[in-house]
Nanobody, 115 residues
């Protein structure tokens, strides 16, 4: 059974929007932090945004104007709202959760942005 399950990816035209979800199998407050990462073909996996136990959020400055991370504690779910998508946003998006030195990863959801 997966600890983290992403959904919401798909094919979208440039300028469109997608909302990704990451559902955890347990109380998300168990984790010290959660976040979204992405990896494009031929590129290293990179941080997109994080949210910590207290609800503080952090974005990569380059994406802060278009992407928004949020959570619903009651649903054990974090979200990534992506607006004004660009072809360079095409990647597999992964959900991440950290507890001390342990990291958990979801299987990823593909986001493809066409020109």
């Amino acid at each position: 059974q997966e600890k983290l399950v992403e959904s919401g990816g798909g094919l979208v035209q440039a300028g469109g929007s997608l909302r990704l979800s990451c559902a955890a199998s347990e109380n998300i407050l168990f984790f010290n932090s959660m976040g979204w990462y992405r990896q494009a073909p031929g590129k290293q996996r990179e941080l997109v945004a994080t949210i910590n136990l207290g609800g503080s959020i952090n974005y990569v400055d380059y994406l802060a104007g278009r992407f928004t991370i949020s959570r619903d504690v009651a649903m054990n779910t974090i979200f990534l709202q992506m607006n004004n998508l660009k072809p360079e946003d095409t990647a597999v998006y992964y959900c991440n959760a950290k507890v001390l030195r342990t990291e958990h990863w979801g299987q990823g959801t593909q986001v493809t942005v066409s020109s």
